[in-house]
T-cell receptor
Framework: GENVEQHPSTLSVQEGDSAVIKCTYS??????FPWYKQELGKRPQLIID?????GEKKDQRIAVTLNKTAKHFSLHITETQPEDSAVYFC??????????FGKGTSLLVTP | DAMVIQNPRYQVTQFGKPVTLSCSQT?????MYWYQQKSSQAPKLLFH???????NEADTPDNFQSRRPNTSFCFLDIRSPGLGDAAMYLC?????????????FGPGTRLTVL
């Protein structure tokens, strides 16, 4: 089955700096890669996703890049703000229904 | 404008006492999922329904069952909760079940087993 690895497990940045979270996946058939943000005690919320037919997608301060050859994808957050502090999960999906999640990155943005 | 609703938000049960968690959706999505999320871990899929078709993940314990009486509602039944079943249980939906469909999560039910 699909195995998704996510790094780092914790990340601390100063407000205004950029944050980068990286994920690798094992199944070359995976073609959908969402990123979820989960604040403490709340639901995971989709913040951005990318499909395998594109290499990069951007939405305001958030961007995701995908390298299908290397089987890795990354989340980039620019101009971080304290409200960006949360746990971020990457996921990969192939032909099945399941989202295969990474183990999460706890991001702390300090003022 | 809640889209995926879970009740209750917090549930306390005793070891071995059956418990049912509820999920409803206003999105009219075909697929409903149940995930288990333990502390500091990623959500783990237990099973899903595509319409009325039930699909169990291979490693989901028999202790967990589900019912979907109609499009809007889905229930998670834990027949004999153990201490290891204490977790956040997340319901999610997607429109068609295609793997590129967005999954929308509910707020979760936090289960405590005493």
């Amino acid at each position: 089955g699909e195995n998704v690895e996510q790094h780092p497990s914790t990340l601390s940045v100063q407000e205004g700096d950029s944050a980068v979270i990286k994920c690798t996946y094992s199944d070359s058939a995976s073609n959908y890669f969402p990123w979820y943000k989960q604040e403490l005690g709340k639901r995971p919320q989709l913040i951005i996703d990318i499909r395998s037919n594109v290499g990069e997608k951007k939405d305001q301060r958030i961007a995701v890049t995908l390298n299908k050859t290397a089987k890795h994808f990354s989340l980039h957050i620019t101009e971080t703000q304290p409200e960006d502090s949360a746990v971020y999960f990457c996921a990969a999906s192939n032909s099945g229904y399941a989202l295969n999640f990474g183990k999460g990155t706890s991001l702390l943005v300090t003022p | 404008d809640a889209m995926v609703i879970q009740n209750p938000r917090y549930q306390v049960t005793q070891f071995g006492k059956p418990v049912t968690l509820s999920c409803s959706q206003t999105l009219n999505h075909n697929v409903m999922y149940w995930y288990q999320q333990k502390s500091s871990q990623a959500p783990k899929l237990l099973f899903h329904y595509y319409d009325k078709d039930f699909n169990n993940e291979a490693d989901t314990p028999d202790n967990f069952q589900s019912r979907r009486p109609n499009t809007s509602f889905c229930f998670l039944d834990i027949r004999s909760p153990g201490l290891g079943d204490a977790a956040m249980y997340l319901c999610a939906t997607s429109r068609t079940g295609a793997n590129t469909d967005t999954q929308y999560f509910g707020p979760g039910t936090r289960l405590t087993v005493l």
